[in-house]
């Protein structure tokens, strides 16, 4: 059995790390790892040797695509760090992530401050209430400024990032960290690269800045401990063991997000954030019981603790394709144990899972385990599971709260080279999309092509790139196409459609009334019945919306899904012999086309929010591209000697964008965007659009 078995819960750390893109997530759990002796020599990203980023594409691209778990040990504590994209293509990654961990730090640029990306991550982790701590990183760049990424985290986050360590020195002088808890200079030892801390005396002319930071410290503890409040008030000292509770009590509750600083890439501040996770995060015992439903009765909720005595619960939240073990299901236990051939519920499947080979995940190197407990996070060999299923132990089922992902705003089409390539090809999508829940394969009907789906342009680019060296298939990419939705604009009543084949026996007698209208953005597709006294019977009316439901994926303007349509089936008749729920479901589908042509559709195109940082003399020409490509410019501000411009783009017009903007700038802007909202499209280019599909 593995010694992280004999740790108690209570010394259990499951986190997760979170930023924008490029922020230094990974180097940050780099520097964790050598720390706590997980590696014996430091990976770096920007020379493709970090161990999280173990993919062949994130080594080339420097950047990290799939989360990927490690397990560490820091002062008895065992302690599981998933480490997540920054990318907005891969923000499920984030998402499914989240939803498992018991806490995570958010990690900001020291230069920067709060970035699109992060804003977005941030929200995530607030609606799974995740309680964070915050790491100021590349506090040694120019330009870097603590206070003002504090202030940036309060205004535009709203969150109440509370220092409890300052910055010694800053740029090329940064040297640690005053902690503010025990009063104490906190520096990096440069001899052992941080292995170990230097505690001194506050420097003279910092005292008076840590004395500021204390009492800030203080009054944002006392808004939420009637304690410390009295104490303060009162001038009492106030012993740090009493602080740390308090501000541990704080995160658990998400009164305050602890915050401090270091630069991982020079090896400083990470070994004070160390010390934070043990001291202030929460273990899985101090987290909410984790609520689920009965399977016998959906209404009634169930709660499941952090407790090995608990009946056994576990929520698959991410498949992995290795090609030495083959599918690796990642499993959150929140109760009970299971051990190696085990007998599991499935809920999802109702079906029996055999538990084969459990393994303890460190990046893409595993070792292999007895069994798991409430807490742990382990890979498991030879379960047939996919993203969000629950498993948990037959005679006390319960069905854990699945995730939800966003929908793919972007299509390819992918064209098997051979006929040989054809076959590979299929087998790998399908493993691509059990692994990926953004990643969608369809084949065009009329076409026969196979059309690959997701989040944005470099989400399909390291698709097509694992297709082509991981599962070795020769395929040709066509042009990227934007997934439009189409809707309708106004509300019709009583469209009135009968379906009636009469061939030669028994006939079908179909019969509906309904009325149309555009449903609120996002709430997707609502059915109304709306039938009395019996018109038609009720075993027919799931067929009617079943009908509808189908209908709406193939459009009637272009053929584009249909988005944010609300149905009111009103009346309609029935005939007792020929009636079928067949009939009643070509019924649906056919007042579905009737009716929504009536009610004036158009298209919807996906709008991305887009950031652009740029120097000063190219914001002329920034602005003028974008304003080309259709964008609304939202507002411009400084930050530090760079201009920020913020627009909403409609996605058409952004592909190739990166080549522009650098060719616009001499290479000196970057810029990060992510979806905002569907939004119409203008009459000239909707016509272009439907012309075009139709003509085909």
Request: one cysteine or more; glycine letters at 8%; proline letters at 4%.
């Amino acid at each position: 059995m593995a010694v992280a078995q004999k740790i108690g819960l209570d010394k259990y750390r499951n986190i997760g790390i979170m930023a924008h893109i490029d922020a230094g997530k990974t180097t940050c759990t780099e520097r964790i790892l050598y720390y706590t002796g997980k590696t014996h020599k430091i990976g770096e990203v920007h020379e493709g040797a970090a161990e999280m980023d173990w993919m062949e594409q994130e080594k080339e691209r420097g950047i990290t695509i799939t989360s990927a778990a490690t397990t560490c040990f820091w002062k008895d504590h065992h302690i599981q760090i998933i480490d997540t994209p920054g990318h907005v293509d891969f923000t499920a990654e984030v998402e499914r992530s989240l939803r498992v961990l018991d806490s995570a730090i958010g990690v900001f640029c020291g230069v920067a401050g709060v970035q699109p990306q992060s804003e977005t991550v941030w929200r995530q982790a607030d609606r799974y209430g995740v309680p964070r701590m915050i790491f100021v990183n590349k506090m040694d760049r120019i330009g870097a400024d603590f206070y003002a990424v504090v202030a940036d985290l309060r205004d535009r986050l709203d969150a109440n990032a509370v220092p409890i360590a300052i910055p010694v020195g800053v740029e090329d002088s940064f040297a640690g960290v005053i902690d503010l808890i025990t009063m104490r200079e906190r520096l990096d030892n440069p001899d052992d690269r941080g292995m170990t801390l230097l505690d001194r005396e506050i420097r003279s002319d910092l005292k008076e800045q840590a004395d500021k930071w204390r009492v800030n410290l203080l009054e944002a503890i006392s808004d939420y401990d009637d304690d410390i409040a009295e104490r303060f008030l009162e001038g009492e000292e106030i012993d740090p063991a009493t602080l740390r509770k308090a501000i541990h009590r704080g995160i658990i509750e998400g009164k305050i997000f602890p915050t401090t600083c270091g630069t991982a890439f020079k090896d400083k501040g990470v070994h004070f954030l160390l010390d934070t996770i043990v001291d202030y995060l929460p273990s899985p015992l101090e987290i909410p019981p984790i609520k689920g439903f009965d399977l016998n009765d959906e209404a009634k909720e169930l709660e499941r603790r952090s407790d090995i005595k608990d009946p056994f619960s576990a929520l698959a939240f991410k498949i992995m394709t290795d090609p030495h073990v083959g599918k690796l299901s990642f499993l959150r236990v929140y109760s009970g144990k299971m051990a190696r051939g085990d007998s599991v519920l499935n809920v999802s499947s109702g079906k029996k899972e055999r538990v084969g080979r459990l393994l303890r995940m460190h990046a893409n190197t595993r070792e292999q385990i007895d069994e798991a407990q409430a807490g742990d996070i382990v890979a498991c060999v030879g379960l047939s599971v996919s993203t969000g299923d629950t498993l948990c132990e037959e005679a006390k089922p319960i069905r854990l709260e699945s995730m939800t992902f966003p929908e793919p705003v972007i299509k390819v089409a992918v064209e098997p080279k051979t006929k040989a390539d054809q076959e590979k090809m299929s087998i790998a999508l399908q493993r691509l999309a059990e692994e990926d829940p953004t990643f969608r394969v369809e084949t065009d009907h009329e076409t026969n092509q196979t059309l690959i789906s997701g989040m944005g342009e470099l989400h399909l680019e390291i698709i097509v790139d694992r297709l082509l060296r991981e599962f070795k298939v020769q395929a040709g990419v066509g042009k990227p196409q934007v997934a439009y939705r189409e809707t309708i604009r106004n509300r019709v009543e009583n469209i009135e459609t009968k379906y009636i084949k009469q061939t030669g026996g028994r006939g079908q007698y179909g019969h509906v009334i309904c009325n149309f209208a555009p449903g609120e953005p996002g709430t997707g597709y609502i059915f109304k019945n709306k039938i009395t006294g019996g018109r038609i019977p009720k075993e027919y009316i799931p067929s009617v919306e079943k009908g509808i439901e189908e209908a709406m994926v193939g459009g009637i303007l272009a053929g584009y899904p249909f988005n944010d349509l609300e149905v009111e089936l009103t009346d309609g008749s029935f005939h007792d012999v020929d009636s079928s729920e067949m009939a009643f479901k070509i019924a649906g589908s056919m007042c579905f086309k009737a009716g929504t042509k009536k009610a004036r559709p158009y298209l919807l195109e996906p709008v991305f929010a887009v950031e652009v940082e740029c120097p000063e003399s190219s914001m002329g020409d920034v602005i003028g591209d974008l304003n080309a490509r259709r964008g609304k410019v939202l507002g411009m501000h400084e930050r530090g000697k760079s201009r920020i411009v913020k627009a909403h783009v409609p996605l058409s017009e952004m592909f190739g964008y990166s080549t522009d903007l650098r060719s616009k700038t001499q290479g000196r802007a970057t810029y990060s965007m992510e979806f905002h909202s569907y939004e119409e499209v203008p009459a000239t280019i909707s016509e272009k659009i439907v012309k075009k599909i139709n003509e085909g």
